[in-house]
C-alpha cells in the first residue's frame, strides 16, 4: 500500500525496519501466548496438591455447584479436607452431607460448611472463625453470579452485592489466609475462577465483565510478591461451562444461551487448576478465551472500546433489554443491601434482578455446623 516509500531514500529503509519490528512484535505475541495455552491444554499432567505444598485444608468458595463443587470432589479425593463455602441453602446443606458419608471411612479427610453471603457484609468474620484451629494452605476464590441487564436500571444495592461477591470477597479472603500462611511459615496457593469477559467490554453484563477484569489484575500482581514465600497464585479463565451460573438470570439474552451451548463441564474447569498451580500465573481455558485473545491481539482494546459504544445498541440483546424511562421507583439505589422484596419490585417484575441477586440479597449471613 504505502510501496512508494521504499523510493524515498532513508525514509524507505526506516519504513522496511519498521515493518520488521511490526512482524517480530506480532510473532512474538502470538507464540507467547499460543506455545503456554496448547501446554497448559494437552501436555500438562494434573498435580497432587495434597503431596505438592504438602496442605490438609482447603477453602473453597462457591463449594455447593458448579466448578467449586468439582474442585472440592477433587481436592477430597487427593485426601485434602476442605471448608466449603456457599450460600446457606439446601444445596451447600445436601452436597456436605454427601461428601460426609462419602468419606465417612477416610480418617484424615474431613468437610466443614460454611453458609455465609458473600455479597453482603459480615462473611469475613465467620470464614475466619470457622477456620482458626486449622491450617489452610489451599484457597479457591470461586463463588461468583451475573448480573444481566443495562447497568444503570439495575438497582445499586444488587449491583454493589454483586461486586462484594465476585471481587471484594476474594480481596478479604484472600488477605486472611495469605497472612495466615506467612505467619505460620506455611507454602500453598490462592487461586481464583475469573473469566474471559474481563478481558474485552462487555455491555449488559457490566459489573460482571469489570470484577472479573479487576480479579485477573489483582491475582497476576499478587503472584510475585508472595512466590518467594512459597505461596503460589492462579487465576483461570474459563470458557462457557454447564453449570448454574446460567439459571435464572432475568433478560434471555441470546448471547448467554449462545455460550451455554457450547459449554464444558465443570470438572474440566477444576482439571485446570490442578494442571497449571505453581507452573503458570494465568490459564485460559477453552475456546472462548482463545478466541478473545486472539481478537485483543488483533484488533486494539481502545478501538474495540469504540466499535462497541457505537454499535452494541443495534444487537438485538440490547433492544430487548431497553426500558422505557422513567423506571416506576427511584432506581439510584442506596448503599444498603436490600431485601428481597425491595429489590424485586425497584425495576419492573420482568427485570427483576437475577436468580443470584435475589438469593444474594435475601440470605442473612450464618454459619453452618463447622464439623460433620
Ligand atoms: N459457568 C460459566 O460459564 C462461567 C464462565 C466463566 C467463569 N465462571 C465463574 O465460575 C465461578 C463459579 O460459577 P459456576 O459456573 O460454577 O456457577 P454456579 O453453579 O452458579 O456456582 C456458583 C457458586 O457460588 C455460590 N454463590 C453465588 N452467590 C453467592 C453469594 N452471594 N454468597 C456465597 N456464595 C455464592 C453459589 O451458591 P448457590 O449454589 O447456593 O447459589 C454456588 O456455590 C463464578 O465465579 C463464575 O463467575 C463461570
Not at 95 to 115: I, L, N, P, T, W
Not at 162 to 171: S, Y
Not at 208 to 233: N, Q, R, W
Amino acid at each position: 500500500m504505502l510501496s512508494f516509500l521504499h523510493d524515498i531514500p532513508l525514509v524507505g529503509s526506516a519504513y522496511a525496519w519498521f515493518l520488521v519490528l511490526l512482524a517480530a512484535a506480532s510473532y512474538v505475541s502470538f507464540y507467547t501466548y499460543v506455545v503456554p495455552f496448547f501446554i497448559q491444554a494437552f501436555l500438562l499432567n494434573e498435580q497432587n496438591l495434597k503431596n505438592k505444598y504438602d496442605a490438609k485444608w482447603a477453602v473453597v468458595t462457591g463449594a455447593s455447584s458448579g466448578i467449586g463443587r468439582a474442585l472440592t470432589e477433587k481436592l477430597a479425593s487427593q485426601g485434602v479436607s476442605v471448608v466449603m463455602v456457599a450460600l446457606d441453602d439446601q444445596l451447600l446443606e445436601s452436597f456436605h452431607a454427601d461428601m460426609c458419608s462419602q468419606y465417612a471411612d477416610v480418617a484424615d479427610v474431613e468437610f466443614r460448611k460454611v453458609g455465609v453471603n458473600l455479597g453482603s457484609s459480615g462473611y469475613l468474620q465467620v470464614i475466619a472463625e470457622a477456620t482458626e484451629d486449622i491450617p489452610v494452605q489451599l484457597v479457591f476464590n470461586n463463588a461468583g453470579f451475573v448480573i444481566t441487564g443495562l447497568y444503570a436500571d439495575v438497582p445499586l444495592p444488587a449491583q454493589l452485592a454483586n461486586f462484594e461477591c465476585n471481587a471484594a470477597a476474594p480481596i478479604h479472603i484472600t488477605h486472611l489466609f495469605v497472612n495466615r500462611m506467612l505467619n505460620q511459615g506455611l507454602r500453598g496457593a490462592v487461586c481464583f475462577t475469573s473469566s474471559p469477559a474481563g478481558l474485552m467490554p462487555a455491555p449488559l453484563t457490566v459489573m460482571y465483565s469489570a470484577t472479573k477484569s479487576f480479579l485477573t489484575t489483582f491475582a497476576a500482581s499478587l503472584a510475585p510478591e508472595i512466590k518467594p514465600d512459597g505461596i503460589d497464585v492462579l487465576v483461570v479463565h474459563p470458557s462457557p461451562v454447564d453449570t448454574r451460573f446460567y439459571e435464572g438470570n432475568t433478560h434471555d439474552l441470546d448471547a448467554m444461551r449462545a455460550f451455554q451451548k457450547t459449554a464444558y463441564p465443570p470438572t474440566t474447569i477444576a482439571a485446570c487448576f490442578f494442571k497449571s498451580l505453581g507452573r503458570f500465573v494465568i490459564h485460559d481455558q477453552g475456546y472462548f478465551s482463545l478466541s478473545l485473545r486472539m481478537l485483543m491481539k488483533t484488533v486494539d482494546y481502545n478501538f474495540l472500546a469504540l466499535v462497541f459504544s457505537r454499535t452494541a445498541s443495534i444487537s438485538g440483546d440490547y433492544t430487548k433489554t431497553k426500558k422505557d424511562r422513567p423506571l416506576p421507583d427511584d432506581n439510584s439505589g442506596g448503599l444498603v443491601t436490600p431485601r428481597r422484596s425491595r429489590s424485586v419490585s425497584a425495576v419492573s417484575a420482568a427485570d427483576s434482578v437475577s436468580r443470584s441477586v435475589s438469593r444474594s440479597v435475601s440470605r442473612s449471613v450464618s454459619v453452618a455446623n463447622r464439623r460433620r
